[in-house]
């Protein structure tokens, strides 16, 4: 599906048109091979760069073909995918390509976000400033989950853990759109003139991704930490539950092997005395002392 929308600055808000206009933001989502064609070949854009903009899996980069600037990121889904977006800088329109509506493109449609389509590199800052955002506040998120497991680590059940495991997926993938995100905007000062006060924003935006990073690769340590804690809890839980298994046997098989030495039919010790049975089954106790002492010293 492709839509155009336009907004110059003495616009108040953004309008859809019913078809292209200089300056105009054109907005694909999930588009057919024909409208692929379309768009190749209406505004010259290159069809390998199109298709791979619908490529879930595709790498962060930045591409710039006769003066179009290709760029690709990654989008943050309801359900904390990563989704490809591709933002093409040309000479008279900004266009946005994806393979569903990422969050920031349907909040710029919907006019949450305010961006002037005519300017054409600030809209490209202020799409990469949302972006960040986005990745800042669910990152954020994520580590405040992480760190009230950290405090609550003796308590971690099943679920927890499965949550701690999907959250170690969800940093592995930020550290991976951070690293070359920074790898983008470096290149974006190096290729592109800004005026001073756009560099700025875009170095504040490089500030931002390296907080980012490190905040991801902290909690990822932080996480692996729990998971080593978690497991030498449920070790030293698992070695407990065996020595009272062997505790267990040990108690049943001395009293069990007594008295199958007392059921044969041959002569016996105290087999004549009245209080056998008082005399064995101290016996019996005191080795269940001697037995639980010694386990108590050695394992407890």
């Known amino acids: 599906m492709i839509t155009y929308f336009k907004r110059a600055v003495k616009d108040e808000l ?9 300056g105009c933001l054109i907005n694909v989502v999930n588009p057919s091979k024909e409208e692929i064609k379309f768009l190749e070949e209406e505004f010259n854009l290159d069809k390998q760069d199109i298709i791979a903009g619908l490529d879930t899996n595709e790498t962060p980069r930045i591409d710039i073909v006769n003066g179009t600037i290709y760029l690709f990121v990654k ?31 349907k909040k710029i449609v919907d006019g949450k976000i305010k961006i002037y389509t005519t300017q054409k590199l600030k809209s490209l ?29 003796r308590k971690l059940s099943d679920k927890d853990v499965t949550a701690l495991v999907e959250y170690e997926e969800i940093l592995n993938n930020f550290i991976y759109y951070y690293y070359h995100m920074l790898i983008i905007y470096n290149r974006l ?9 756009d560099k700025e924003i875009i170095e504040d935006l490089v500030v931002e991704a390296n907080e980012g990073f490190n905040l991801c ?30 505790l267990v046997t040990i108690f049943i098989s001395i009293p069990a092997a007594i008295s199958g030495i007392y059921g044969m039919n041959i002569l016996l010790p105290l087999q004549h005395n009245p209080f056998a049975f008082v005399y064995i089954m101290f016996l019996i106790v005191i080795i269940w002392i001697v037995f639980y002492a010694y386990f108590k010293r050695k394992i407890f």
Not at 192 to 197: G, R, T, V
Not at 220 to 233: A, C, F, P, Q, V
């Open 14 to 22: 953004l309008k859809q048109l019913n078809k292209f206009s200089v």
């Open 189 to 197: 000062l190096k290729r592109i003139k800004f005026y001073e006060k």
């Open 217 to 246: 690769k902290s909690s990822l340590k932080t996480i692996s930490n729990i998971r080593d804690h978690y497991m030498i809890l449920l070790s030293n839980k698992l070695n407990r539950v065996l020595t009272v298994l062997t």
């Open 75 to 105: 989008d943050i889904a309801p359900n904390k995918e990563l989704e490809t977006l591709l933002i093409v800088i040309a000479n008279n329109f900004v266009l946005t390509l994806s393979r569903v509506e990422t969050n920031v493109v």
């Open 125 to 153: 800052i202020k799409i990469l400033s949302q972006l960040n955002k986005s990745f800042e506040k669910t990152t954020l998120g994520v580590v405040r989950e992480v760190r009230l497991r950290r405090k609550n680590i």
